[in-house]
């Protein structure tokens, strides 16, 4: 079992950063992929990035491409969203999640590949 906890979310006008944080316990998380989704009201989960279990090789969605990055830090069992140019298509709840895997340099982008998931923290970006 893994346990996920997001935090970091708020509410940021348009053009502005914000960083998301996920906390992970119960597994040697350097043996676990991470990525990062999020769902707006009345949409589909949608792809954000993601990470592979040793931080070298990422992925991330067209939409966020430039502006996002994901990176993580194996010795506090932490991966981080870092979101900066923010507009306003970007509201959603975030969710990470995560998939124990013994590829080095996987980067899983389907919801269903995800084996655990946190439960969300509320992005809001004004205009």
């Known amino acids: 079992q893994v346990q996920l906890v997001e935090s970091g979310g708020g509410l940021v006008q348009a053009g502005g950063s914000l960083r998301l944080s996920c906390a992970a316990s119960?597994?040697?998380?350097?043996?676990?992929?991470m990525g990062w989704f999020r769902q707006a009201p009345g949409k589909e989960r949608e792809f954000v990035g993601a990470i592979s279990r040793s931080g070298d090789s990422t992925y991330y969605a067209d939409s966020v491409k430039g502006r996002f990055t994901i990176s993580r830090d194996n010795a506090k069992n932490t991966v981080y969203l870092q979101m900066n140019s923010l507009k306003p298509t970007d509201t959603a709840v975030y969710y990470c999640?995560?998939?124990?895997?013994?590829?080095?340099?996987?980067?899983?982008?389907?919801?269903?590949?995800?084996?655990?998931w946190g439960q969300g923290t509320q992005v809001t970006v004004s205009s």
């Open positions: 999640a995560a998939k124990p895997t013994l590829v080095w340099r996987l980067t899983p982008s389907r919801p269903n590949d995800y084996d655990y």
């Open positions: 119960g597994r040697t998380f350097s043996s676990i992929a």
